[in-house]
């Protein structure tokens, strides 16, 4: 038989061929309730396969240096068009590889070294790169971390103020990566204006919600936004930073050639298909159900003994304090995931747990809702985690409740994903 000139990943690398086969085979038969993971479509993954990814492309859409940009600049300005139309902006910049290289681009925009920031404590629900302490955010400038009231674990916005009039911060970032409620993103401009300083709303949770409508939008509130694509949005892994258009020159610096090289093309490419996708009348209606998914999968667990953090939830996540069911997070999140539901371990408010085995889980519903689950399956849901945290070492009932779980998922096949 003769050999291929060009053979397929299977012939090239079987051993990597195999664990992507494996990898689509959990993603279909588990319930994936890790908050910052979703299914993309068919479109997407093509796009993000694409031939784009052979070509360097240092520069902007009509100001490259390399030559033989002609198609490329076509991607990049649909893809930016496309993303300014879907969340009204003035600017935005699709080159960011992730959220984290976006935040990265902001500090370089507007702060120099050693500029006090100030952003919501990672404990507490935020984010590495808002300036905690092990991410170079928090090394190169000086950090004033804010967190939550102990009454209700909502933003203790009193103690925002305090700080930000206390040390003036440059930039102020609103986000977050385990907070269940509404960001009130005006409360936090009148704080950032009374200090002069820059608002960043990072909504790499949230971009999804924002765009279908279902949550507050910063936009012309925050002057500068990041996001992830991926998450609620549903998008590649990359990142983005919109902003007013005062500030697109410094923000496209900061980016090329501030933090990065060439942009993925192909990951451009691929945000330009979800953000049309992101814009069809569906999209609304399946981030109107991750909500309500949330809170029905909330009603659910505190029907059944479970502790949530702010008492339910306002968005696509819950985070679950498990200290009355006499559990960790860490092991729990183990049994769950020998149970087919796939979720996080995760730090609660004022956690006296260290992180690596914290008193909570994280869980979310973004997943589950592009596979088309609904409140019924939220709350089949509930009544396997509470038997999961209840009995973690019952290897039977676990096995039980993951056929349990692989003969639901098989009702709601994923998006993008064909298993033989």
Request: with cysteine; net charge neutral; glycine share 10%.
């Amino acid at each position: 038989m003769p050999m291929l000139s060009d053979p397929p990943l299977a012939v090239v690398d079987p051993d990597i061929a195999s664990l992507i086969q494996q990898e689509e085979r959990r993603e279909t038969h588990k319930i994936r309730l890790i908050a910052s993971e979703n299914y993309v479509s068919r479109a997407v993954l093509e796009a993000s396969g694409s031939v784009l990814t052979n070509k360097y492309s240092e520069g902007y859409s009509g100001k490259r240096y390399y030559e033989g940009q002609q198609l490329i600049d076509q991607v990049e300005t649909l893809a930016c068009d496309r993303v300014k139309a879907l969340f009204g902006v003035d600017h935005v910049n699709v080159q960011p590889y992730s959220g984290s290289p976006a935040n990265l681009a902001v500090y370089l925009a507007f702060c120099e070294p050693g500029d006090s920031i100030m952003g919501m404590g990672l404990p507490f629900g935020g984010h590495l790169t808002h300036g905690w302490n092990v991410s170079i955010t928090g090394r190169y400038f000086q950090s004033h971390p804010y967190g939550l009231r102990p009454s209700d674990h909502r933003i203790d916005f009193d103690q925002v103020r305090a700080l930000a009039k206390e040390h003036r911060p440059r930039l102020i970032w609103c986000g977050l990566s385990a907070y269940p409620r509404v960001v009130d993103f005006g409360e936090f401009r009148a704080i950032a204006d009374e200090v002069g300083a820059i608002l960043c709303a990072d909504i790499a949770h949230i971009a999804g919600l924002v765009a279908g409508g279902v949550h507050p939008s910063p936009v012309k509130v925050a002057q500068v936004i990041t996001t992830t694509t991926h998450k609620t949005l549903r998008g590649p892994r990359g990142g983005m930073i919109m902003c007013d258009e005062e500030h697109a020159k410094a923000i496209d610096k900061a980016v090329f050639p501030g933090v990065q090289g060439g942009p993925h093309n192909h990951t451009t490419a691929a945000i330009a298909v979800a953000a049309r996708e992101a814009s069809q009348p569906e999209f609304k209606a399946y981030a109107r159900r991750i909500v309500d998914n949330a809170k029905a999968l909330a009603e659910g667990l505190l029907g059944r003994g479970f502790d949530l953090i702010t008492g339910g939830t306002d968005n696509h996540l819950l985070l679950v304090d498990l200290t009355r069911k006499s559990i960790s997070g860490r092991p729990a999140a183990r049994a769950l995931d020998a149970a087919g539901i796939v979720c996080n371990c995760n730090a609660i408010p004022f956690d006296p747990r260290k992180p690596f085995d914290p008193s909570g889980i994280r869980v979310g519903t973004a997943a589950v809702s592009s596979r088309g689950m609904g409140k019924d399956e939220m709350a089949r849901l509930a009544a396997w985690i509470d038997q999961a945290v209840a009995s973690p070492t019952d290897s039977a009932l676990l096995a039980r409740i993951a056929g349990e779980v692989q003969e639901l998922c098989a009702s709601f096949p994923p998006p993008g994903i064909v298993v033989g």
